[in-house]
């Protein structure tokens, strides 16, 4: 009797912890943090009181094991075997089994769809947090962050309103996140919804998530958009509709003169080039292993060439030369074959899914994690905390998705 509640009680709150994840994500690391060990503590100690040590297979589980193993050879060459120790079990175990508990514990549609009012509560959040900061007051709420390279009307080149960030401390990592939570929202408000209200409901998220992308001025994200929206178009009639919508709306809003000077600077393209000059250098020093899980931080202050040199570190601002830096084009090899195994796996069962709301729900999160993707190889945002484990839960929904599809179609 007690096991069976126990039993109960921990699913209910394994749930919970999973939906407090993505909604605290944002604007709380520490929340998040602590739901994602209470999670996996819970989960634990189920299998412990059931004495079944299995992990229920998925797509994922061989391509996610050999993910990790290809990582493992990188600790030969590092030089700080401490912080690659720690980044092993913070930054990779913690995620996979982060996955694993949630593709076993999301296994019914009643907890998909909580998760994704969850989600979609702190959408509306971030949402009038984000317009907020950069049409009232100019900082965030939650933060108060300031919107990025706002400028005041007492200088000399006038007002001029910024970027905003949100809850975030820069623009591209609102980018990142609006990647992530717009296509669900999205391919489910033009494909599926069919209740007025839920649609209009994620009409309006969208809505709000795609007129502030545009306003973060981060150009990788509107590359990840743009490739994602023409795949829709290709498999969805009704994407060619939000297509033309998005030229009209997106053409005047470019052509104002003070975002077009930041739009086609070219200040942070030279940044990039430079960090990615300094990430190839410590990538040549071990190519195939690797520098050491974590390490490329530290050794970007020891191979850059400019007056910090020795003093500040930096990330790559391509977050697969970083990973190929760190843990060699083995480890990257392991990655990209989890990477391809997903888009497979997911693509495959989008085709097989016949319940709308799964299969538009599939569709979405798969689209927006390319789209995420595309944007990480100009940007940080697999190296971001919360970020990260967006992408993880991504990830874990999209497997629970098709569980839960092929389980009701059976």
């Known amino acids: 009797m007690i096991k069976e509640r126990f039993m109960t009680l921990?699913?209910?709150?394994?749930?919970?912890?999973?939906?407090?994840?993505?909604?605290?994500?944002?604007?709380?690391?520490?929340?998040?943090e602590i739901a994602i060990t209470i999670a996996i503590a819970l989960w634990a100690v189920r299998k412990v009181i059931d004495r079944d040590f299995r992990i229920r297979t998925t797509d994922l589980s061989?391509?996610?094991?050999?993910?990790?193993?290809?990582?493992?050879?990188?600790?030969?060459?590092?030089?700080?075997?401490?912080?690659?120790?720690?980044?092993?079990?913070?930054?990779?175990?913690?995620?996979?089994?982060l996955y694993f508990v949630i593709t076993e514990s999301m296994d019914t549609g009643s907890k998909l769809k909580d998760f994704f009012t969850i989600a979609l509560t702190s959408i509306?959040?971030?949402?009038?947090?984000?317009?907020?900061?950069?049409?009232?007051?100019?900082?965030?709420?939650?933060?108060?962050?300031?919107?990025?390279?706002?400028?005041?009307?007492?200088?000399?080149?006038?007002?001029?309103?910024?970027?905003?960030?949100?809850?975030f401390p820069f623009p591209n990592d609102f980018a990142a996140w609006i990647l992530l939570?717009?296509?669900?929202?999205?391919?489910?408000?033009?494909?599926?919804?069919r209740k007025n209200k839920a649609r209009y409901l994620t009409a309006l998220a969208s809505s709000g998530l795609f007129y502030l992308l545009f306003l973060t001025k981060t150009r990788a994200a509107w590359i990840g958009f743009a490739i994602s929206m023409v795949y829709l178009a290709l498999t969805r009639k009704k994407a060619w509709l939000i297509i033309r919508i998005v030229v009209a709306l997106a053409v005047p809003f470019l052509l104002k003169m003070e975002m077009a000077h930041y739009i086609f600077?070219?200040?942070?393209?030279?940044?990039?080039?430079?960090?990615?000059?300094?990430?190839?250098?410590?990538?040549?020093?071990?190519?195939?292993?690797?520098?050491?899980?974590?390490?490329?931080?530290?050794?970007?202050?020891?191979?850059?060439?400019?007056?910090w040199q020795g003093q500040k570190g930096s990330y790559a601002h391509n977050c697969y030369l970083q990973m190929a830096a760190d843990v060699g084009i083995v480890g990257l090899a392991g990655f990209l074959f989890f990477i391809a195994s997903y888009f497979f796996s997911a693509v495959r069962n989008i085709r097989m899914i016949r319940d709308p709301f799964y299969e538009n729900m599939l569709l979405g999160i798969s689209v927006g994690v390319f789209a995420f993707l595309v944007l990480a190889f100009f940007d940080t945002n697999l190296y971001s905390l919360n970020l990260a484990t967006l992408f993880w839960c991504a990830v874990g929904m999209a497997q629970a998705t098709i569980k839960v599809a092929r389980e009701n179609a059976a």
């Open 181 to 193: 939570m717009f296509f669900p929202a999205a391919c489910l408000t033009i494909f599926d919804l």
């Open 10 to 32: 921990s699913d209910y709150l394994i749930k919970w912890c999973i939906c407090a994840i993505v909604f605290a994500a944002p604007f709380s690391k520490s929340i998040s």
């Open 124 to 167: 509306f959040i971030i949402v009038i947090d984000g317009f907020g900061q950069y049409f009232y007051s100019g900082v965030d709420g939650l933060h108060s962050y300031p919107a990025f390279k706002m400028r005041p009307a007492s200088d000399c080149g006038g007002f001029f309103r910024g970027f905003p960030t949100a809850c």
């Open 265 to 307: 600077g070219i200040s942070s393209v030279t940044d990039r080039i430079d960090m990615w000059r300094v990430g190839w250098k410590i990538f040549k020093d071990h190519p195939v292993i690797g520098n050491g899980l974590n390490t490329f931080f530290v050794r970007y202050r020891e191979y850059r060439t400019d007056q």
């Open 62 to 97: 061989i391509p996610i094991l050999i993910f990790v193993i290809t990582i493992i050879p990188s600790f030969v060459n590092t030089g700080l075997p401490l912080l690659s120790l720690k980044a092993l079990f913070t930054k990779v175990l913690k995620y996979v089994f």
